[in-house]
DNA sequence: TTTTATTGATTGACCGTTCAATAAAAAATA
DNA sequence: TATTTTTTATTGAACGGTCAATCAATAAAA
């Protein structure tokens, strides 16, 4: 039954069933063939939409990573000018919104990260991806700290996002969000409140 | 020449090969042919010293896990019953040993995370030094703060080590450790210090 | 009739494992 | 000491299996 359009159908077909695949199998058992019979196509259909497995590797990932920056945009467009504190509490809770803390896509991008080290389009992704969440961070900590307290704080919170995250993938218990946010939470108060007596790097330690 | 006693010796040689392969291929290119090829042997010997590529897989990864509890214990040794703020740092400078921070090591790590979700013997090694991570730092916090705080202030600890790590390992520039260790130093300070003012939650918080 | 959609058998490459063969040291024997 | 015998170490070709990609064939709209 071919009818025109079928494309972006069979395109999220697919993507469903590669994170259902990476989740049950892992990326390395993955197999395109695997991944069709669970899309319910032939195996032919991957390169006709895709140009072959590593497109639809790289399609998956540029989803999810859609799917996340969603997450953090819908919280934080109804906020308008609300303080700094808001708005990171809202890319927190972005991050760890309910499309992003499944356990398959918690699989996902944990297997993602590992081959986009080999991978150059995937690190690429990945990069914008970071990169993203730090400037995010750290333009809203620049608007109560100064610059250099700003950095860090960002570089700290970014670092404990993706770690309570990282951990909660690895943990068999799974991710327990609210706790995770909720340590998110005290990082940002800690970096707000008290910035007097913090370390003060010279800037040669940033070299 | 065949002498007695070639054992360890290949299985150093092999599973140093191993990290390198990883380093340079990633863990899905790393076949036994290759790295059999790096350690200047034929395949069969990875057989014959390892059960197969899985066994080899696990060796290499027991190997890490070693060095990293090394790094930590050899630092904490000399402390005996210092303060438990030293005893954190330690426990943060071991995390960020020169062994445990080079380019093949961190590149190891992360494959063998994102392995261990579809892996048995992996994912026991791994939760064993996730714990270890963990009862550590909770077990040091606990000698300053109330229990709960001393859990929570683990966690984040916990979280933010890794996190910062598997930044670093992803960032193209690599890590930078010292960066690294005065964020995480930072955090211990707040966690110390400041503990009056902390989010309480409820014990259902944590159910 | 042309275009779009889809199939699935085929192909060629590569993977991990196995195992018979070989070599050299060590141990036993003369 | 000189010799066989046993043990340990090692090789690499052969094997069975799996993978991603291809493409001729087919089917149903347009």
Redesign the pocket.
């Known amino acids: ?7 972006p ?2 395109r999220r077909q697919l993507i469903q069933a590669t994170l259902e695949a990476i989740d049950e199998l892992g990326l390395a ?6 991944i ?1 019979k669970r899309a ?10 895709f ?6 590797l790289e399609a998956t990932m540029r989803q999810v990573l859609a799917d996340l920056g969603k997450a953090v945009q819908e919280r934080r467009s109804a906020l308008g000018d609300a303080p700094a504190k808001a708005h990171l509490h809202a890319i927190i809770d972005g991050n760890f919104d309910r499309s992003q803390t499944s356990r398959s896509v918690m699989k996902t991008w944990l297997a993602f990260w590992a081959s986009s080290m080999h991978h150059a389009p995937l690190q690429r992704l990945q990069r914008v991806n970071d990169r993203r969440l730090y400037s995010n961070l750290s333009s809203q900590f620049r608007r109560v700290l100064p610059k250099r307290q700003a950095r860090d704080a960002a570089r700290g919170l970014a670092a404990m996002i993706d770690g309570l995250w990282l951990r909660g993938a690895l943990a068999p218990e799974g991710l327990n969000v609210d706790r995770a946010r909720q340590l998110a939470y005290d990082y940002v108060r800690e970096q707000l409140e008290g910035g007097t007596q913090r370390h003060q790097p010279r800037a040669s330690d940033y070299a």
């Open positions: 039954m071919p009818k025109l359009g079928m494309q159908i069979r058992d993955a197999t395109i063939a695997r069709a319910g196509v032939s195996t032919g259909i991957i390169s006709h939409y140009n072959g497995k590593d497109g639809l």
